[in-house]
């Protein structure tokens, strides 16, 4: 790890004014992510700006039913959230599925969101990784891609996003709130990350100068009928190969609601609008979550050694959606 | 994980009150507390910390380091490199008059070298104040490279596979009979291939040495399982008297094969501590570990077996190929096993090597056995599906009365009666044969078994056993710790060989000053010391005794050694109680403080008449018995059917240890070993980037190893009957309890699904 200045905020206002001064700064949440990738030389700012002291760790309810997240709220606190629990199931259960309970007391919902690749290329220092050093290409295409991407990838990178969370957002038609010195703005989750293009380096929309101040949920009666299951090598602790957070409303046996989003296919939370489209009025039969699962993954690419993921996607969603069905959302 | 119970069994004749017993580990309190002094943690004033530089190419030459911006780093003492280093000798040539000779990882000089030879060789040592300014600038240092073609692919280099070789302690090819022909022959036959992949040990401690020289004395703090090579080793590369080098390493963090050979990390430190004149440590990052202690080799395995329709094998073939690198390594006996488990009527054995320009391999727990018993063992199962004929079934057909290629006895062989306990303990009977037969809500259940196999040794060991005048015993061998809890296991041998309590037995071991232990591996360790320490007792109660026979206030005065036996303290006329006297009391009317006996002598003649001694007894036994622990490995797994994603849900170990010394640490023991066989099974894979040789996950994050989520209830039982030609009867139970583990998983997979995968691991893409 490379020394770093320490600067620690104390209001939003400070926080925005300190990155502005310097945009190489990184803000420092619980640190799970950022600091793993200094020691690894691959985050190097010269300064680190503690925001872990912001008065933006509350879970509110909004008028109209909605939750407003403040973006230092932990991960094990939300996923405990008595609120989240009962109105978002598919969100408690995606944090659950991630990490370690060390990690999840740690990690804080900004600092999910922006969580970078676990491509194996991007963390070695003698692989070629555009997502690292702009302009170099890929060394994960002809290498190991079994975590790689089926969707959304390029030529120049392959990465998936590897956060849980997210997943189940982009479901959620969460919404990020952005602040900075120019003022206040907002961003769809699903418009928030990047995919790769020709420019795989670029991952968020989030200037450097900006700070995530807090998520907001919509009110969605929905939700509350969703589920999330991660797919993965072992039981616990190891990124998803493929997730699905899925919630479904049926009525005459046709789906009159449903919100699909994938994991572990994409350089970002994968909102299956297809699948959507086409469930939506359908009969909730598995035929019709087959064709759907068809219908969003027809443009899924495999590389050498993840065509797995696809077959795997089609049978998750199909099964997740399944579940929900039959059992309802996560208790 | 939930620990289960271990098995009481009666108490069956035991030679006293100790050994059995399930004692706690002496060594728990000062780990649970953190008392316990690991290698990185020993304090030395004005220490300084090292840091690796690894190659980023394969192979080549270094044509240029730039070490200015490193050296520029505040605290940077030293840059070191094949420029500045001072010259080292190289590693010696392996010699069997010289054991340690085996201790070098790698051929290479590091840093007395431009060369490399593979991608991750340390190329520059950084020396600094701080542990963070050394991991800085070893990140700063700028090296360029001329890269010569390099061979990297395992897979593709088997057509170029040269047969191994035979060494006393290794057998190469073997056959009996033609077993091609009979395998043509044969009414039922399967003729597979497996391939298994490269491990890591992923010890919880990384390997992490200090080592501080005094003139041409140095003392190393290092978490070895080989005290007395890595003495040997260290004088050799420095030039300078081995009595002068102390090894200090009573506690190892984990070790499973990976701190048996000495690796760059060790030598390295000691080299900054040369260079820089101050007691250096360094303490490798798990990635360093990776990139600089070699793991377990891949293997290609292929496996044919014939049989009537009686089941009875006419012909069994298994055949390896694994990989060395070309700086050195461990050729692995893979197909061990299937030497001596099935009395097929013609076998053939054979395995080869590829030598690729990557780090050495080296030896992983079960070196061979582990993964040759996977192959071996699913074959077996995959058979038994074609006879329509339970497993375990064919298995008692075919289980040999004598050691099946050349007919020597087995010393003791109790598979078929660790097969009827673990099936009564599973439950066996209740699996339907059919695969696929079985469920539970969206799961597939399965239910597989494997037989267990490990090969027993001894070697050579000093040790001294001292009585002191309070009544408290002292045994002293530099034996070595690593969690299995050898401590506490000789401590209960000596406690019963000289009729004292547990308690009053102290064990000093993990230190070169003390008589020169074992190694601890081939599960040898327990047995070896246990040989030594049971000579040391009774010389040393034939001492006492001639000090209390000689005695006119004694009760033994006179007494010969046959009438004597020791219990309560002390020795006493067998068969009259009260007639004798404490241990303390001849020691105190004698006016001595204590007493001691040795067995086994360091001088340099002793040393070399020990091994000696040690090569005739380990040859002679070997021509007259074949001496194994074995077992047998049940599974049950649940796989989900729509994501293939697989789960341990039940597992029962049954095996023929011989005696058991602890039976607490001796659960253990077997069940580590088969959670690290269900890793194999299941997860776990040293990601080599086929271009270029290159170790991708080298972290605890990407390198799958079970979590507590993927580990059931293990119950492990044995059986304890003695084994006559070992000592107290006891055989090595460290390597044993990971073999068949994988066969075992993969056969209830099969069960479960009917999917054969026989490339390891058994990961949810492949049952999709």
């Known amino acids: ?331 | 994980m939930t620990e289960t119970p271990v098995r009481d069994r009666p108490a069956r004749e035991r030679t006293g009150r100790s050994v059995g017993r399930p004692i706690d580990r002496v060594d728990g309190p000062a780990k649970t507390t953190g008392t316990a002094r690991f290698s990185a943690e020993y304090p030395y004033p004005d220490i300084a910390y090292a840091a690796l530089v690894h190659a980023t190419i394969t192979r080549g030459r270094i044509t240029g380091i730039g070490a200015e911006e490193a050296l520029a780093v505040p605290g940077v003492l030293a840059v070191i490199t094949h420029t500045n280093a001072p010259p080292m000798k190289p590693p010696p040539p392996v010699s069997v008059l010289n054991l340690s000779s085996l201790a070098s990882g790698s051929k290479v000089n590091y840093l007395n070298t431009d060369e490399v030879h593979w991608s991750g060789q340390p190329v520059a040592v950084v020396v600094a104040e701080t542990q963070e300014a050394a991991a800085q600038a070893a990140g700063l240092v700028r090296v360029t490279y001329q890269e010569s073609p390099a061979t990297v692919d395992f897979a593709g280099e088997q057509g170029n596979a040269t047969p191994q070789k035979s060494n006393p302690l290794q057998q190469g090819e073997g056959h009996k009979g033609d077993a091609e022909a009979a395998l043509a022959a044969a009414p039922v036959s399967v003729d597979l291939r497996y391939t298994t992949p490269p491990h890591h040990h992923n010890a919880m401690e990384p390997h992490a040495t200090t080592a501080a020289w005094d003139g041409d004395r140095l003392t190393v703090h290092d978490g070895t399982q080989n005290i007395g090579w890595l003495r040997t080793a260290l004088a050799q590369r420095f030039g300078v008297p081995a009595e002068g080098v102390r090894v200090i390493a009573p506690f190892v963090g984990g070790a499973f094969g990976g701190k048996t050979m000495v690796w760059a990390g060790t030598v390295l430190t000691v080299l900054a501590a040369r260079v820089t004149g101050r007691a250096v440590r360094m303490t490798l990052t798990r990635e360093g570990v990776y990139r600089t202690v070699g793991g377990r080799t891949p293997s290609a395995q292929r496996v044919a077996l014939g049989a009537g329709a009686d089941g009875r094998l006419t012909a069994l073939i298994h055949t390896s190929v694994t990989q060395v690198g070309r700086v050195g390594g461990s050729p692995e006996q893979v197909t061990s096993q299937s030497r001596h488990l099935y009395d097929a009527a013609a076998i053939l054995v054979q395995q080869r090597i590829v030598e690729l320009d990557m780090l050495s391999n080296t030896v992983m727990r079960a070196p061979g056995e582990s993964i040759g018993t996977f192959a071996l063992e699913a074959a077996v199962d995959e058979l038994a599906c074609e006879l329509g004929m339970d497993p375990i079934e064919l298995r008692m057909r075919n289980e040999p009365e004598r050691n099946p290629i050349d007919g020597k006895r087995f010393s003791h062989r109790m598979l078929r009666e660790a097969y009827a306990l673990g099936a009564e303990r599973f439950g066996w009977a209740d699996r339907t044969a059919p695969p696929g037969s079985m469920r539970d809500g969206r799961w597939l259940v399965g239910m597989g078994v494997a037989s267990a196999y490990h090969p027993s040794w001894e070697m050579a060991a000093n040790v001294t056993v001292r009585m002191s005048a309070d009544g408290t015993v002292l045994v002293r061998c530099g034996f070595h710790e690593m969690g299995m809890g050898g401590a506490t296991a000789q401590g209960q041998i000596a406690a019963d060989a000289l009729g004292v309590p547990f308690e009053a037995v102290r064990v000093e071991y993990g230190d070169s000053d003390l008589p020169t232990g074992p190694g601890a591996g081939g599960s040898a360790q327990t047995a070896s010391v246990a040989a030594s320490l049971t000579k040391a007792c009774e010389k040393l109660r034939r001492s006492l005794l001639a000090l209390a026979r000689r005695s006119a206030g004694s009760p033994l005065r006179g007494a010969r050694p046959g009438e004597v036996e020791a219990r309560d303290g002390g020795l006493h006329r067998a068969g009259h109680p009260g007639s004798g006297e404490s241990y303390a009391a001849i020691l105190t009317r004698a006016g001595r403080p204590f007493a001691e006996a040795a067995v086994g002598s360091d001088t340099r003649a002793g040393t070399v008449a020990g091994q000696v001694r040690f090569m005739s007894k380990f040859l002679m036994d070997r021509r007259r018995w074949m001496k194994a622990a074995c077992g047998a490995q049940f599974c049950e797994v649940r796989v989900d059917q729509d994501t293939g994603e697989v789960r341990v849900s039940r597992w029962v170990g049954a095996f023929d240890v011989g005696r058991v010394i602890n039976a607490k640490t001796a659960a253990s023991q077997l069940r580590g070993g088969i959670v690290m066989g269900i890793g194999m099974a299941l997860s776990e894979e040293t990601l080599v980037d086929p271009r270029n040789g290159r170790i991708m996950n080298p972290s605890l994050a990407e390198y799958h190893v079970p979590v507590h989520a993927d580990i059931p209830p293990i119950d492990v039982c044995y059986l304890d009957e003695p084994d006559p030609t070992m000592p107290l009867g006891l055989v090595g139970i460290g390597e044993v309890g990971i073999t068949g583990a994988a066969a075992a998983v993969a056969n209830a997979v099969h069960h479960a699904t009917g999917r054969r995968v026989r490339d390891l691991p058994i990961t949810l893409d492949k049952l999709l």
């Open chain 1, 1 to 331: 790890m490379r020394p770093f200045a320490y600067v620690s905020a104390t209001d939003v206002a400070g926080a925005v004014r300190a990155i502005s001064a310097e945009p190489g700064a990184r803000f420092l949440g619980g640190g799970t992510n950022l600091v793993d990738l200094m020691r690894e030389d691959i985050e190097r700012p010269g300064t680190v700006i503690d925001i872990t002291r912001l008065p933006l760790d509350g879970v509110e309810e909004l008028p109209g039913g909605g939750v407003r997240i403040g973006a230092l709220v932990r991960n094990s606190h939300l996923a405990a959230h008595p609120l989240i629990r009962a109105r978002y199931p598919v969100l408690s259960q995606a944090i659950l599925t991630g990490a370690s309970a060390q990690l999840r007391n740690m990690a804080t919902v900004g600092g999910n969101l922006m969580q970078r690749t676990r491509c194996v290329y991007f963390y070695d220092g003698a692989a070629d990784c555009g997502r690292r050093e702009p302009g170099a290409g890929c060394d994960a295409i002809g290498g190991f891609t079994r975590n790689h991407a089926i969707l959304g990838a390029s030529d120049r990178c392959i990465a998936t996003h590897p956060s849980d969370m997210c997943v189940a957002l982009a479901a959620l038609d969460a919404e990020i709130e952005i602040e900075s010195v120019r003022g206040t703005r907002r961003v769809p989750l699903t418009a928030f990350h990047r995919l790769p293009g020709d420019t795989p380096h670029l991952e968020t929309v989030l200037a450097a100068d900006e700070l995530i101040t807090a998520v907001e949920l919509p009110a969605s009666a929905l939700a509350a009928t969703s589920r999330y299951r991660k797919v993965r090598d072992r039981a616990s602790y190891a990124f998803a190969l493929v997730s699905v957070a899925a919630a479904l409303e049926t009525g005459e046996g046709v789906v009159t609601g449903v919100r699909l989003a994938l994991g572990g296919v994409a350089a970002r939370p994968w909102r299956a609008h297809e699948a959507e489209r086409a469930l939506l009025g359908a009969p909730a039969t598995e035929e019709s979550f087959l064709r759907a699962a068809e219908a969003e993954l027809a443009p899924a690419v495999a590389r050498s050694q993840n065509g797995f993921k696809i077959e795997l996607a089609r049978r998750t969603i199909v099964a997740t959606l399944r579940q929900v069905l039959t059992e309802g959302g996560a208790a």
